[in-house]
């Protein structure tokens, strides 16, 4: 396989929050690529012990064994500050500790071969990228030095330089960093061939994160025309409303609260996410703990309905979202080609509906791999950066745009904007700003 130089093979890394994925380009394909137990995603999880540290699956396993030391979510921290709302929300349900840093950032706290020890989200997220990296070399048998990595495309700033500094951590050359939603469009592009413009929308609810992005595909061009969405909304989201059903369930039924106890929390969590994806091919499932409180186990049947009831809120709040992508693409719904299901979350039953019933009954598009769809793109663009010539990449041509607007605060305490939202880049914008005089020129460069 032809490589950047002695560099070898780019590899493309779905740097996903519950789950992570790595794929390279191969033989005109993307080949996903398997870690060391078989599964073709790894959880996005690190645990220390009193002797040595997993990642991935092994950390995974032994969660409920080890709630406090074993460190999850960490994409959510990634780029915020520690008094950030939604951090502060987060922590109330993590088992794990975080505290504060220096200039507001979290530091994650564990007990690790005795000794208590302190990371950065940066620090743990880049274990997991070596993780990655780890499977891809012994997959490859050769050594990987250059990776594209995908971000949520509704990440801020912050959060993406966040993300470029896993890679450093990681010693993996980073050549650029690639939207989800744009990724999975690359994907149904290169599977779905047509001679013809499709406008497409990639909805993308994920464990995490939920982003929404409107594409013209015309022969080879991937075109982003809006993207929306929300950094704070997934999977894990609608586990913790199940979570706290069951709290206040028990509160009532056996005056027990267990919300201050790391490892029932831990128990319960597991047990709601799997009652969660029972749902989506039954109408009943079953939450069930063994020794929850003095030897009792613990059981609660909940209904697809009231799982639906909990949530309700938070799909609305999908739908909003894809008007608001429309709006800001110019395009009506009725004008949308195909409509692509990515992210393990859209395989709930009543996300596809409000989606079909949204799109006055369109047939949705599900014949791409939800889990996979980002990493297969994601290698196809990885191939693509290092000139990869082969017929099925040759001509492709991706034009993305920056999610949030971008600009500078003034005096007032508002923003200038000086990068309007949903515009192409890279772009590169100048202002003369007056307010202080001895800095009289603002400029900024998005990539
Ligand atoms: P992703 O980030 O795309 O890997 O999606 C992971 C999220 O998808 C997690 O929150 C999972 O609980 C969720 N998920 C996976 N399969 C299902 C399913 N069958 N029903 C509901 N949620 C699911």
Redesign the pocket.
Known sequence: MAGRGDNGPTIGIDL????SCVAVWQQNRAEIIAEDQGNR?TPSCVAFTGSQRFIGTEAKNQMVMNPTNTVFDVKRLIGRRFSDLSVQNDMQLWPFKVIAGIGDKPVIVVQYKGQEKQFAAEEITSMILVKLHEIAESYLGCAVMDAVITVPAYFTDCQREATKIVGVIASLDLMCLINEPTAAAIAYGLEKRSNTEKKVLIFDL???TFDVSVLTIDKGIFEVKATAGDAHL???D??NRMVCHVIQELKRKHHKDISGNPNKMRKLKVAC?RA??I???TNNATIEIDNLFEDTNFSLTITRDSFEELNMDLFAKCVETIKKCLKDAKMDKSSIHEVVL????T??PIVQQLLQEFFNGKQLCKSIN??EA?AYGVAAQAAMVRGEGNEKLNGMLLLDIAPLSIGLELGTGNMNVLIPRNTVIPTKKNRIVSAIPSKPRGSIMVY
């Open positions: 996903g929050m519950t789950y995603t994920g464990g995490g997934g999977g894990e609608l586990d996410e969660k994806r749902l989506s091919s990515v992210g393990g979350s395989r709930i939800p889990d980002v």
